[in-house]
């Protein structure tokens, strides 16, 4: 079984739609199992229309819990603090002190500094995350709610559930469509990654946010491949990224061509390749034929 991820330096580089196009082509030569990585924001869904199987809670995270009974309004806790998560129940005067449950970080300094052992630290439901049936192939996903931290985790979860599914039937491939950016998610969701392919556009962030996007999975050893999307829009941009690319020995599998034909795809919730046998169908089975033969292939 091989993991392609399917990552971008910044978002709206249209990583989603190359992932829903892959799914769709792969799964017409192979079974495959997808993982929607970007638990932030997860969109895979909105273009797979999937059946949604099951449904977990996702535990991330602790928060402090100060029990009334016991509080007597030393006010130390506020004071150790760095979050003003503590404060008074009623304002001046009061005799206890609760928690704002969306300030708390969770570092545990009012719980080991409270002289009454009044406070105590609960796992918070930081998200949910869902096994899902799509014509293409199963799906894991995520939803974190907001404001809330430990999307890394999350996103660790969401792969490892698709993993072990993909080990147990035998799938070829599991495609993981990443989150934008190069923080804790997209290092969680390349860890273990056979193939990164990397969605830029031609534009000044989106050649930034590539050599960005490059650097990180560079240093996890993480091959990577690049496909420019919309690359007619900017040619110079373009030809920018393609030589920045050839300068370091990476090859640009994909230039796909700005086609209005992909918004009216998603909107009926396909994918391109799925609605349309166009420009841009043809270049993505082309980059698919590219990624898998002689790069990665089944197995």
């Known amino acids: 079984m091989k993991q392609i991820v399917i990552l971008s330096g910044k978002g709206g580089t249209g990583k989603t739609t190359v992932t829903a196009a892959l799914a ?3 799964s017409q030569e192979f079974p495959i199992v997808l993982a929607d990585a970007d638990v932030d924001a997860a969109n895979l869904e909105l273009v797979l229309s999937p059946t949604q199987l099951e449904e977990h809670d996702f535990y991330g ?17 506020a004071e150790v603090c760095r979050f003003d998560a503590p404060r008074p129940l009623q304002g001046e005067g009061v005799e206890v002190y609760t928690v704002d449950p969306i300030a ?9 500094q409270c002289p009454e052992g009044a406070i105590r630290m609960e796992e918070q439901m930081a998200g949910r995350w869902f096994r899902s049936a799509t014509r293409f192939g199963p799906l894991f996903h995520a939803h974190l709610f907001a404001a809330q931290e ?3 985790k999350l ?3 969401v792969k490892q559930q698709a993993r072990l599914l993909a080990l147990d039937t035998g799938a070829e491939f599991l495609l993981v469509d990443g989150p934008p950016g190069i923080g804790c998610p997209v ?16 534009t000044v962030s989106g050649v930034h946010d590539l050599e960005r996007a490059l650097s990180t999975v560079n240093h996890f050893g993480v091959p990577a491949l690049v496909c420019i999307n919309k ?6 941009r373009s030809r920018e990224i393609a030589d920045f690319c050839a300068e370091r020995g990476i090859e640009v599998v994909g230039k796909i061509p700005f086609d209005t034909v992909v918004t009216e795809a998603m909107v009926r919730g396909l994918p391109v390749t799925a609605f349309d046998d166009g420009v841009v169908s043809q270049e993505l ?14 197995g």
């Not at 708390?104 to 080991?112: K, L, P, V």
């Not at 690359?231 to 110079?236: E, G, K, L």
């Open 24 to 26: 769709h082509l792969a």
């Open 61 to 77: 995270g602790q928060v402090a819990i100060i029990d009334p009974e016991k509080c007597i309004a030393c006010g130390i806790c």
């Open 104 to 112: 708390c970080e969770g570092c545990a300094s009012c719980f080991y």
């Open 150 to 152: 430990n999307s890394g």
């Open 155 to 157: 996103v660790t979860l």
């Open 187 to 202: 290092i969680s969701a390349s860890a273990g990654a056979d193939l990164a392919l990397l969605v830029t556009e031609p």
């Open 231 to 236: 690359y007619d829009v900017n040619p110079d």
């Open 285 to 298: 089975r082309r980059m698919w034929v590219r990624i898998t033969v002689g790069r990665i292939g089944p």
